[in-house]
């Protein structure tokens, strides 16, 4: 285990950016706690701005986490229905994870991932939240909301899910919602675009066992 590194470099991290929010309404948040195994850890953390909280715990080796959180009150942690999942094994739970998570003005990211070898790529710009259940394994997720108008994003992979894709994309003034419910024993793959002022809602649950698998394409709005 790494653990000295690791808490030397979050030590840095942390009185750095005090340092920089003294002024400012609130002073950003680092908490990372490892629970048993986590060789080859890399995690790099970029707050700039205030009031920004990373809180979450994860487990097992070679797990890769990018975090960046611009402006004021951005929040990264666990999902709330589930809360902290410190005490079943962390809301990382699984080795080979790929998290990277960018913010900036009031976004909430929350996750609980169970599995090994995923892929998480969330870019929220703006008071957007982006709620993500991972119990599957080699998943791919990359979700963009922006614009004003909140966007809310819920996915999740249960059981069965493996290898599947998800690509979606909210934008526009318009208030859009989206929940996701991927399972099958084969491929699955959604692209879903939500644009334009007028608000917009989509909800999917999936459950695919044809041969060669499914896939869904939704555009709403303009």
């Known amino acids: 285990m790494r653990i000295g590194p690791i808490t030397f470099l979050l030590t840095l991290v942390v009185l750095s950016l005090a340092m920089e929010t003294y002024a400012g ?7 990372v706690e490892q629970l048993n195994s986590g060789d080859n850890l890399e995690l790099n953390i970029d707050q700039i701005g205030y009031g920004n909280v990373i809180n979450f715990s994860f487990d097992h080796a070679n797990n890769t986490f990018n975090f960046t959180q611009k402006g004021a009150g951005n929040t990264i942690s666990w999902v709330p229905w589930w809360g902290s999942g410190k005490s079943w094994g962390g809301d990382v739970d699984g080795s080979g994870n790929d998290i990277t998570i960018d913010q900036e003005d009031g976004a909430t990211y929350g996750a609980h991932v169970w599995g090994n070898n995923n892929i998480v790529d969330v870019t929220q710009k703006g008071d957007h939240d982006t709620f993500l259940d991972v119990h599957a394994d080699g998943t791919t997720t990359e979700i963009w909301q922006q614009d004003s108008g909140s966007k809310y ?3 999740y992979y249960y059981g069965t899910a493996d290898d599947s894709t998800t690509d979606l994309m909210q934008k526009g003034a318009g208030a859009h919602t989206a929940y996701i419910t991927l399972q099958g024993s084969e491929t699955t793959d959604l692209t879903l675009i939500q644009l ?18 499914c896939s869904v394409t939704v555009t709403q709005g303009n």
């Open 196 to 213: 334009g002022n007028t608000t917009q809602s989509y909800s999917l649950t999936q459950t695919c066992v044809t041969v060669g698998g």
């Open 153 to 155: 994003a819920r996915v």
């Open 25 to 31: 309404e609130g002073h950003n948040h680092v908490h």
